[in-house]
């Protein structure tokens, strides 16, 4: 009787799993900005995750094939959305050690951890500060959709 509960419980559930999604060796590709979250220093839970307004949502990170990269900012002017800042950067990433390397005109290179990379979401810590002032530093993690 037990295998025959246990046989129908994995046919219940085969099927409506999703697999989990892949990473990708890569961030090429056009990504949307879609907001941002915290990583707690002292106990790794999120906390105080924010969605990009409708202005925030148009900002872009495009990665190139050929180690270039395209970030652009917006941000209100009165009522209207408008391109703040377009950042050019070369970049590199290391897949084993979800590394990403930015570095803009030539300048400094700045490595962030890469949180989440797979087919539809991309997210990299762009500061580490005490954002919650609980006396250790935490994650401010950014969160970019797939757009292409």
């Known amino acids: 009787m037990a295998a025959l509960l246990s046989l ?16 990708l060796s890569s961030p090429v590709g056009k990504w949307k900005y879609t907001g941002r ?6 106990n790794g839970t999120v906390f105080n995750p924010q969605t ?25 002017s009165g009522s209207n959305c408008v391109v703040d800042d377009t950042r050019n950067y070369t970049y590199s990433y290391n897949a084993q050690t979800k590394e990403l ?6 300048g400094t290179p700045k490595t962030h951890e890469v949180v ?8 990299y810590v762009y500061n580490i500060y005490d954002e919650n002032s609980d006396g250790t530093p ?3 993690v950014y969160i970019w959709t797939r757009t292409n």
């Open 37 to 42: 979250k915290y990583i707690n220093g002292a």
């Open 138 to 140: 935490d994650k401010e």
């Open 52 to 76: 990009a307004s409708n202005c925030e949502g148009q900002d872009t990170f495009v990665f190139k094939a050929d180690g270039t990269a395209v970030e652009t900012w917006h941000s209100l």
């Open 116 to 123: 989440r990379l797979d087919n539809n979401t991309f997210e």
């Open 101 to 106: 390397t930015l570095t803009q005109g030539g």
């Open 8 to 23: 129908a419980a994995c046919s219940r559930n085969s099927g409506t799993d999703e697999p989990a999604p892949q990473p």
